[in-house]
């Protein structure tokens, strides 16, 4: 049984930064990839950005490339995101998932039912 646990989250003004860590423990991330989605109040969960956790290959949505990185650290099994020049509509809660395996391509990641963990979510609020 995978643990995700996101922290990391908190309130920012528009073109500010946050850092978003996720530990897992309790099993094997091998042939697997973690990512982050985000809900906002209303919406549907959307895909942010996802890092296979073999080669640490980066995959985002085009809202967010150029201004967040995703990463991992083997040695403690955490993932990060660093969010850069932030705006409101980043505003919502950021969850971390694992998928059951990696894919070539980027599609396979930005849909919520190919993961079969998620975190609690960490709310993150851009405003002035």
């Known amino acids: 049984q995978v643990q995700l646990v996101e922290s990391g989250g908190g309130s920012v003004q528009p073109g500010g930064s946050l850092r978003l860590s996720c530990a897992a423990s309790g099993g094997n991330l091998g042939s697997s990839a973690l990512a982050w989605f985000r809900q906002a109040p209303g919406k549907e969960r959307e895909f942010v950005a996802a890092?296979?956790?073999?080669?640490?290959?980066?995959y985002y949505a085009d809202s967010v490339k150029g201004r967040f990185t995703i990463s991992r650290d083997r040695a403690t099994d955490t993932v990060f995101l660093q969010m850069n020049t932030l705006q409101p509509e980043d505003t919502g809660v950021y969850y971390c998932?694992?998928?059951?395996?990696?894919?070539?391509?980027?599609?396979?990641?930005?849909?919520?039912?190919?993961?079969?963990?998620w975190g609690q979510g960490t709310q993150v609020t851009v405003s002035s």
């Open positions: 890092i296979s956790w073999s080669d640490g290959r980066g």
């Open positions: 998932g694992k998928t059951r395996r990696t894919a070539s391509g980027s599609y396979y990641y930005t849909i919520a039912g190919r993961y079969d963990y």
